[in-house]
C-alpha cells in the first residue's frame, strides 16, 4: 500500500451550538503507522472522539484535509466507509434481534457476500466467544458480551483500517482483556491498522505510538516508553510511613511539588514537578521515618504531569474539602448502630431468572465499601435494591436503620444515589437540574438557595449554570450528578460506576471529593470497572452470577494471588484470578 493509512494535515473542526462556537480540533497534523495500534489520549473535551470521527469519514473537516487509506474524506466519504470498521462510543446494537441478526444485518449493510459470510461468522463467534448465544437477544447480553459483538459487527469484512471509540469503556477487567486479544490478533495475523481512544491509561501502554490531545490540538506524538521517560527521576513511592494510605495520600495532594499522588495497592506513588524530591519531613513532622523510594516512570505518571503542569484542571491539586454534614453526630464507632447497611441472604429474580441469590453482608459507618464484579454478575441489581428502587425478592436488607421491605421511602430521605449513567435530566440546564433535585430532597427556602450555591462554588458549576446538562462536557456532567447526589447531605452514598468514561483528570479529583467525604463521616458504597478504584476501598465484595466469590481487603485479595513470578499482584490480577476460579 503506497498511500499512508490515515494522514490529517492542519485539520480544523468547528461546531456550534446555539450562539456558541466550540473548536474542536485545531491544526491537527499526523501520520499513522501501518500495521499497528495507534492509540489516542487526552483529558475530557480534547477532541478525541471529534478525531476518531473524522477518521470514519462521519464528518468533513472545516479546514485542512483527511486522508484515509488515500481516499480524502471531503471528496470521498462512502468509498472510506466501505472499507474500514468503525465502532463508536455506543455502537448501535439492535436489542430486539438476535446476536446472529445482528451479524445478518451488519453483513447486508457492509455488502458482504453471502457465500462469504459462514466462514467469516464462524471465525469471528470463535474470536469473541458468543457462538454459544447466537440466539440470544442482543438486549440481555452482558456489557462485555454486547462490546464483543459490536467489535465483530466492524470486523466482518476484516477492514485493513479499524477505528474504536472507547471500546472498553464500562465493561469488567475480564472482559477488556478478551478484547484487547481480539484486537491485538487481527494487528498480528491480518497486519490490520488500528486507532484506538481510551480512557484507560494502562491500555496506552499497549499501542505502538499515542497521540496526546488537549483543548483540540495534538500536543505531543510519540511511544508510551517515551513519554514515560519524559518523567524519569521524579517517580517515587513512600515507605516508612505510619498512615492509613488514603489519608497518606490526601495530605500529599496538598503539598507543593507534587503534581500527582496515587493509591497503588498498599503503597501511594507520587510525580514531583522537578527533578528532585520534595522536602518532605516540614509537611509531615510526625512521620519521622518517612522515606521516597525512586522507582521506574509508567506512561499514566508522564500524562498526568503533562496536563498538570498545563494547568489542566482538577490536577495536582485537591478541590476544597466538601463540609461536613450538618445533620445531628452520629453514634461513636463501635455501637450497636455503627452498622449502617445490612444485607442477609438477598435474592432478586425476574421470572426464572435469579439476577441476586443469597446475597450477605454489612458495611459500618465511614468505611468505603466495594461491589465489584463482572458485567452481568448483579451488582447494579444489587445496588437498586438497597436504595429502594427495587423490592428483594426474598432476604432482608436494612439501610440506616431502616427495613427497606417496609419503609424504603424513609432509608431514601436518608441516602444519596449517583447511577451508572448520571441520573440528569439532559434537557435542563444545570440551574434547573439543581433546583429539581433540591425540591426532590424536600429542601426549601433559605436551605435549598445554601445547598444550590454550595454546588455552584464546590464543583465550579457557575459559568454552566445556563448550560443544558446533554452539552456539558462528560466531567462536568459528572459533577453536576455528584453535586444532586449531595443536595441534601446525605449520611450513605451509592456511587454505581461513577467514574465510567471520565477521563484520567477527571477520576482522581472525583476521589478526593469522596475521600474528604468519608472523613467528614459519610458512608459509601461503591460499584466500579477500573481496578485501581478498588484500592481507596476499606473492604469489598466481588461477586460473578449473582453470588459472592470473596470478601476482604484489598490487601487481603491480592495477597491470594500473590506467586513468586507475580510477588506484587494488583487488583486487577486478583478479579480476574477469581473470576478464572470461579469458572
Not at 445478518?104 to 453471502?114: M, T
Not at 521517560?229 to 496538598?254: H, K, T
Request: aromatic share 8%; net charge positive.
Amino acid at each position: 500500500m503506497t498511500e499512508s493509512v490515515l494522514e490529517f494535515s492542519g485539520v480544523r473542526k468547528v461546531f456550534r451550538a446555539g450562539k456558541a462556537r466550540v473548536v474542536a480540533l485545531e491544526e491537527v497534523s499526523f501520520r499513522l503507522r501501518p500495521g499497528v495500534v495507534t492509540g489516542v489520549l487526552g483529558p475530557d473535551g480534547a477532541g478525541k472522539t471529534t478525531l476518531m470521527r473524522l477518521a470514519a469519514a462521519l464528518l468533513v473537516p472545516d479546514a485542512g484535509r483527511v486522508r484515509v487509506l488515500g481516499h480524502d474524506v471531503a471528496a470521498e466519504p462512502q468509498a472510506i466507509q466501505s472499507v474500514i470498521g468503525y465502532m463508536p462510543q455506543r455502537f448501535g446494537l439492535y436489542e430486539d434481534l438476535s446476536v446472529q441478526e445482528n451479524l445478518d444485518l451488519y453483513a447486508d449493510l457492509q455488502g458482504i457476500p453471502a457465500r462469504a459470510r459462514r466462514a467469516r461468522y464462524d471465525t469471528l463467534l470463535h474470536m469473541t466467544g458468543l457462538g454459544p448465544f447466537t440466539r440470544r437477544l442482543a438486549g440481555r447480553l452482558s456489557g462485555g458480551m454486547k462490546q464483543k459483538l459490536g467489535l465483530a459487527c466492524a470486523l466482518l469484512r476484516e477492514p485493513p483500517l479499524l477505528v474504536l471509540d472507547e471500546p472498553t469503556v464500562g465493561v469488567d477487567p475480564v472482559s477488556r482483556r478478551e478484547l484487547w486479544a481480539i484486537v491485538d490478533a487481527q494487528v498480528r495475523e491480518q497486519g490490520m491498522s488500528v486507532l484506538l481512544s481510551t480512557a484507560y491509561l494502562d491500555e496506552a501502554e499497549r499501542c505502538a505510538e499515542i497521540l496526546l490531545l488537549e483543548g483540540g490540538r495534538l500536543v505531543a506524538q510519540g511511544s508510551p516508553r517515551a513519554f514515560a521517560d519524559e518523567v524519569a527521576g521524579r517517580v517515587y513511592v513512600l515507605a516508612g510511613v505510619d498512615l492509613p494510605p488514603r489519608r497518606l495520600q490526601r495530605r500529599l495532594q496538598a503539598v507543593p511539588g507534587i503534581v500527582d499522588a496515587l493509591l497503588v495497592g498498599d503503597h501511594v506513588r507520587i510525580v514531583t514537578a522537578a527533578p528532585r524530591p520534595p522536602a518532605l519531613q516540614a509537611h509531615f513532622p510526625d512521620q519521622p521515618g518517612l522515606r521516597l523510594v525512586p522507582v521506574s516512570p509508567r506512561f499514566e505518571d508522564a500524562f498526568i504531569a503533562r496536563l498538570a503542569t498545563r494547568g489542566a484542571e482538577g490536577a495536582g491539586a485537591p478541590p476544597p474539602a466538601p463540609p461536613a454534614p450538618t445533620r445531628a453526630a452520629p453514634p461513636p464507632a463501635g455501637t450497636a448502630e455503627d452498622v449502617v447497611i445490612e444485607v442477609r441472604d438477598l435474592e432478586r429474580r425476574f421470572g426464572a431468572f435469579r439476577a441476586v441469590r443469597g446475597v450477605s453482608f454489612t458495611v459500618r459507618r465511614g468505611e468505603i465499601f466495594g461491589l465489584l464484579g463482572a458485567n452481568g454478575a448483579g451488582k447494579t441489581t444489587t445496588f437498586r435494591m438497597l436504595c429502594g428502587l427495587l423490592p428483594p425478592s426474598g432476604g432482608t436488607a436494612r439501610v440506616a436503620g431502616v427495613d427497606l421491605r417496609h419503609a424504603a421511602a424513609r432509608a431514601r430521605a436518608r441516602i444519596g444515589y449517583m447511577a451508572q449513567r448520571f441520573s440528569l435530566y439532559g434537557n435542563l440546564t444545570v440551574a434547573q437540574n439543581l433546583r429539581f433535585f433540591a425540591a426532590a430532597y424536600g429542601l426549601a427556602g433559605a436551605r435549598r438557595r445554601a445547598r444550590i450555591d454550595w454546588a455552584y462554588a464546590e464543583f465550579e458549576l457557575g459559568r454552566y449554570r445556563d448550560f443544558v446538562a446533554a452539552q456539558l462536557p462528560l466531567g462536568f456532567r459528572q459533577r453536576l450528578a455528584f453535586a444532586a447526589a449531595l443536595m441534601h447531605e446525605p449520611e450513605i452514598l451509592f456511587l454505581d460506576e461513577p467514574t465510567s468514561g471520565v477521563d484520567p483528570l477527571a477520576r482522581r479529583e472525583f476521589w478526593q471529593r469522596v475521600n474528604a467525604l468519608v472523613e467528614a463521616g459519610v458512608t459509601v458504597l461503591v460499584t466500579t470497572h477500573f481496578m485501581e478504584e478498588a484500592n481507596y476501598c476499606d473492604r469489598l465484595v466481588i461477586m460473578a452470577e449473582g453470588r459472592i466469590l470473596a470478601e476482604g481487603t484489598p490487601a487481603a485479595l491480592r495477597a491470594r494471588f500473590r506467586t513468586p513470578q507475580n510477588p506484587e499482584p494488583t487488583m486487577e490480577d486478583a478479579f480476574i484470578g477469581l473470576i478464572e476460579e470461579a469458572a
